[in-house]
């Protein structure tokens, strides 16, 4: 691996815990104004200071974020459908490898779904812009994206997470489910935990907890931040859990104390 291509992932994944909070805001490619994210600014920007890494959209980042900005920029590079549309998540490459490298990006993120009916589609658009990436030294975080119909178990996503590895990924992004350590034990590259659909915070924090005992690097959470009663305080806790090895109970009391305080 060459140099740039490790100083961007020691951005993404930091060092001296050797894990990361990665805040996914990138919900819009394929759902619009999505509960939260309708002034985005107003949203994001508070949650900055606590997140490692942004992960977003190359239209987001131009518009919302200031160029100033020192937080590490995952861009998502996949889309092509919407959350009305007949065939959700059946992506193709959306940005240039050229214009990552114009945005300055730690590392670009594209959706597999692997089993569906469209799956070689999907593949065959992470492989083309793996081998983008690899020209330039950026990192490739894959998605293994999971349809409506799709199994949520431990077989179903250590099969997505290995081929995504196999295929050149250099982090997996997979959902976190019962027996996780065999997902973390048979994937070669490290695996972050996607929130997914809004739940109680003690569940969100104790899912995040879960998965870094089972093994995995971090989160790229986004719902259960962005939609919280309270997204400053919860991103503060998540960040506890994934680099401090607080307790559930430990983040929970935290998101309590931290609750509608402005810092």
């Known amino acids: 691996m060459d140099w740039g291509k490790k100083n961007r992932l020691s951005k993404i994944i930091k060092p001296k815990t050797g894990r990361t909070v990665m805040l996914a805001v990138d919900h819009g490619y394929f759902m619009g104004p999505t509960t939260g994210l309708e002034k985005f600014s107003d949203m994001v920007n508070p949650l900055i200071p606590y997140a ?35 065939e959700l998540l059946h992506e193709g490459i959306i ?38 990436a690899e020209e330039y030294g950026i990192p490739v975080v894959a998605v293994t994206a999971v349809g409506k119909d ?14 995504a590895a196999e295929l050149g990924a250099s982090i997996v992004k997979t959902y976190y489910v019962e027996g996780f350590e065999k997902v973390v034990d048979t994937c070669p590259v490290p695996i972050v935990i996607a929130g997914g659909k809004k739940i109680p915070e003690k569940e969100a924090l104790e899912m995040a907890h879960n998965a870094i005992k089972a093994g995995a690097v971090g989160v790229d959470m986004g719902r259960n931040i962005f939609q919280s009663e309270d997204p400053v305080a919860m991103i503060r806790a998540v960040r506890a859990v994934v680099h401090k090895n607080a307790t559930p109970d430990e983040a929970f009391a935290i998101f309590n104390e931290k609750k509608g305080k402005k810092k």
């Open 150 to 163: 799709m199994a949520r178990d431990a077989r179903y996503m250590s099969l997505a997470s290995r081929m």
């Open 52 to 86: 490692d890494t942004l992960m977003l959209t190359r239209g987001a980042l131009r518009n919302y974020i200031s160029p100033e900005t020192e937080i590490p920029i995952v861009l998502r590079v996949s889309g092509g459908t919407s959350i009305i549309g007949k």
């Open 95 to 132: 940005a240039s490898m050229k214009d990552a490298i114009r945005l300055n990006v730690a590392g670009v993120a594209f959706s597999i779904l692997v089993g569906a009916d469209f799956e070689r589609d999907t593949i065959l658009g992470f492989t083309q812009v793996v081998d983008e």
